[in-house]
């Protein structure tokens, strides 16, 4: 039963950065995409970033790209989220999530919080 788990949320102060982990349990990641999604307060979930198998091919939401950057280490089955240049409208609980033999699988979440 794979299972995923985030970590590196917390509270920082805006224009600073945080990094945070998927690691993921159970079943290797290395033959799925991986994706980010973030859910504010009031708000619907929505997709940050995601990446292939291999992190040949990545998206970005418009108003993301230059300050998030997703990469992927498959020795330790753990993706990550690099989020530079933190802004107050980021704060939400991030999310990663996987689809494999057609289920989807989410992480429990991490807060990330920016103060101004």
């Known amino acids: 039963q794979l299972q995923l788990v985030e970590s590196g949320g917390g509270l920082v102060q805006s224009g600073g950065s945080l990094r945070l982990s998927c690691a993921a349990s159970?079943?290797?990641?290395?033959?799925?995409?991986v994706a980010w999604f973030r859910q504010a307060p009031g708000k619907e979930r929505e997709g940050v970033s995601c990446a292939t198998t291999r992190s040949d091919v990545t998206n970005y939401a418009d108003s993301l790209k230059g300050r998030f950057t997703i990469s992927r280490d498959n020795a330790k089955n753990t993706v990550y989220l690099q989020m530079n240049d933190l802004k107050p409208e980021d704060t939400a609980v991030y999310f990663c999530?996987?689809?494999?033999?057609?289920?989807?699988?989410w992480g429990q979440g991490t807060q990330v919080t920016v103060s101004s």
């Open positions: 999530k996987t689809i494999m033999l057609r289920r989807d699988y």
């Open positions: 159970g079943s290797s990641l290395d033959r799925y995409a």
